[in-house]
Nanobody, 128 residues
Framework: QVQLVESGGGSVQAGGSLRLSCAAYGYTYSTYYMGNMGWFRQAPGKEREGVATIYTAGGYTYYADSVKGRFTISQDNAKNTLYLQMNSLKPEDTAMYYC??????????????????WGQGTQVTVSS
């Protein structure tokens, strides 16, 4: 059973930066073999949406248009940890951020339904 634990959320002013971390536990092998991992977010009253994903074996990344050029997803397979560096934060980035993992092949990398493991989330609040 894979467990994902996020950390690094907090409150910042617009234009600031935060780095989220997601530690993966319980996976038999390195996260290199996980498949796909990603960050999603959910603002109050809105549906959960994909932010950034990474194909763990190749390092290929994919971003939502709203965060391109501002957010960077990365991984450290030696530490079984996923990161999300968020720069130039905007008030509309305020949300609960979730880490997710897909251990089976997926088609839509930013689709919530593609992922079978989820963390509990970490809150990010950006004030204007």
């Amino acid at each position: 059973q894979v467990q994902l634990v996020e950390s690094g959320g907090g409150s910042v002013q617009a234009g600031g930066s935060l780095r989220l971390s997601c530690a993966a536990y319980g996976y038999t092998y390195s996260t290199y073999y996980m498949g796909n991992m990603g960050w999603f977010r959910q603002a109050p009253g809105k549906e959960r949406e994909g932010v950034a994903t990474i194909y763990t074996a190749g390092g290929y990344t994919y971003y939502a248009d709203s965060v391109k050029g501002r957010f960077t997803i990365s991984q450290d397979n030696a530490k079984n940890t996923l990161y999300l560096q968020m720069n130039s934060l905007k008030p509309e980035d305020t949300a609960m951020y979730y880490c997710a993992a897909a251990t089976t092949p997926i088609r839509d990398r930013l689709s919530v339904g593609s992922y079978n493991y989820w963390g509990q989330g970490t809150q990010v609040t950006v004030s204007s």
